[in-house]
């Protein structure tokens, strides 16, 4: 089992980060002049830099093994949130995105800790064949994006709630409409939803490379192509009848819901619980 102290260093300044963030962006703080409001963000947007590259190196050590590539369920996860804060952070350059980082470096911080908590091994072979990078990046970053999808769904609800009972900060006032925030969900469900295919696709097009056996439908396919089908609905819904607003979101949480039963639930299961 790995030490422990690197992980805890990385989940605290995670953590704190996180709550940085949820004290001046969700909570009252005093008026900043905008010189000083434009440093402050630049100098935030740094800070989170430093806690992903630890993650990133921890996560490269204990993936990148002398037996092969382990990605055991704590692996997975701690991959999946790497990749979202490391998204999350580049689009932030390009999109308003203020009160997200309270929801996703918390994450983070607690799924540092997974490949620690669950030192799972599951080595994976012929990683070497081209098939199995193009499969696995394709569905880290599906995942990766729907989980930014369904934080940026939670933080409409969340801002949507406020503005109703008249409580939201001052800092969120900056924030996009909601209608702006409903476009920027779609394209991360659209972007998400293409990747997803792609991924579906690779792995029953490489299976007999990769697993040296044709497809099979298990747990996980049934799950994944559930989630496909969710999302694919919500899409439709939007182009044929104008599905938004709440509706939108319970179509997004419910396919996210289901992407999560189809792999990080299936290998738990699987590694944690029966030890195959």
């Given amino acids: 089992?790995?030490?422990?102290?690197?992980?805890?260093?990385?989940?605290?300044?995670?953590?704190?980060?996180?709550?940085?963030?949820?004290?001046?962006?969700?909570?009252?703080?005093?008026?900043?002049?905008?010189?000083?409001?434009?440093?402050?963000?630049?100098?935030?947007?740094?800070?989170?830099?430093?806690?992903?590259?630890?993650?990133?190196?921890?996560?490269?050590?204990?993936?990148?093994?002398?037996?092969?590539?382990?990605?055991?369920?704590?692996?997975?996860?701690?991959?999946?949130?790497?990749?979202t804060v490391l998204i999350y952070w580049a689009v932030s350059f390009l999109y308003n995105l203020e009160g997200l980082q309270a929801l996703v470096l918390p994450l983070a911080a607690v799924c540092v800790l997974l490949p620690w908590l669950l030192p799972t091994k599951h080595i994976l072979s012929n990683t070497g064949l081209l098939a199995f990078p193009v499969h696995f990046l394709l569905s880290m970053l599906a995942y990766s994006l729907f989980t930014i999808a369904a934080l940026h769904a939670a933080l409409m609800a969340a801002v949507e709630r406020r503005l109703h009972d008249g409580t939201l900060p001052a800092t969120l006032h900056t924030l996009p409409p909601l209608l702006t925030m409903e476009t920027l969900l779609f394209r991360l469900i659209i972007a998400g939803f293409v990747l997803l295919t792609l991924a579906l696709a690779s792995g029953m097009l490489?299976?007999?490379?990769?697993?040296?056996?044709?497809?099979?439908?298990?747990?996980?396919?049934?799950?994944?192509?559930?989630?496909?089908?969710?999302?694919?609905?919500?899409?439709?819904?939007?182009?044929?009848?104008?599905?938004?607003?709440?509706?939108?979101l319970r179509w997004t949480w419910a396919g996210f819901i289901a992407l999560v039963l189809a792999y990080v639930g299936s290998k738990f299961v699987l590694e944690v619980i029966l030890h195959r």
Avoid: C, D
């Fill in 1 to 83: 089992m790995p030490a422990i102290l690197p992980y805890l260093v990385v989940t605290l300044v995670y953590a704190l980060l996180g709550l940085h963030f949820w004290r001046t962006r969700w909570q009252p703080v005093l008026p900043r002049t905008r010189g000083n409001e434009q440093t402050i963000r630049v100098a935030e947007k740094m800070a989170v830099l430093i806690p992903l590259a630890l993650h990133g190196v921890l996560l490269y050590q204990s993936t990148f093994t002398e037996t092969g590539f382990n990605l055991g369920v704590g692996n997975a996860v701690s991959a999946i949130l790497w990749l």
């Fill in 206 to 248: 490489f299976s007999e490379e990769l697993i040296h056996k044709p497809a099979q439908f298990t747990h996980k396919t049934l799950f994944a192509f559930i989630s496909w089908g969710i999302f694919a609905a919500l899409l439709g819904g939007r182009k044929i009848y104008g599905w938004r607003g709440r509706t939108a």
